[in-house]
C-alpha cells in the first residue's frame, strides 16, 4: 500500500493551499485517514482526522480554518488550508489505518508560510 501526498508549496500568510493523499488502494479499505505534520526540530503533531463514516477531528490550532475531506472519485483524502500562518510551516504526511489496524505512511509534502 502506497499513499502519495501532493500540494505543497510556497504561499503567502492568509493564502491557501490544498493538499492530496492518494492511495494505491481503495480509501474503502481505511478506516481513518489524516494528516499530520513536523515542523524543524518539533514532534509530528496530528492536523486532522476523517473516518470512513466521515467523522472528523481536528488539532485546535487549525479548527475552523482546515477541512479534511475523502473524494471517493479521486480515491484522495485532500486537506484544504486556508488563512495559512507561519506556523503553518512544516512538512505535512498523510497517514492511513485500514480495517486490519495496519499503519500506512505516505512521504512528506513541504508547506511554507512567508512573505
Known amino acids: 500500500v502506497q499513499l502519495q501526498a501532493s500540494g505543497g508549496g510556497l504561499v503567502q500568510p492568509g493564502g491557501s493551499l490544498r493538499l492530496s493523499c492518494a492511495a494505491s488502494i481503495s480509501i474503502f479499505n481505511f478506516d481513518i485517514v489524516g494528516w499530520y505534520r513536523q515542523a524543524p526540530g518539533k514532534q509530528r503533531e496530528l492536523v486532522a482526522t476523517?473516518?470512513?463514516?466521515?467523522?472528523?477531528n481536528y488539532a485546535d490550532s487549525v479548527k475552523g480554518r482546515f477541512t479534511i475531506s475523502r473524494d471517493y472519485a479521486e480515491n484522495t483524502v485532500d486537506l484544504q488550508m486556508n488563512s495559512l500562518k507561519p506556523e503553518d510551516t512544516a512538512v505535512y504526511y498523510c497517514?492511513?489505518?485500514?480495517?486490519?489496524?495496519?499503519?500506512?505512511w505516505g512521504q512528506g509534502t513541504q508547506v511554507t508560510v512567508s512573505s
Open positions: 497517514g492511513a489505518r485500514d480495517t486490519s489496524w495496519t499503519y500506512y
Open positions: 476523517i473516518t470512513g463514516s466521515g467523522i472528523t
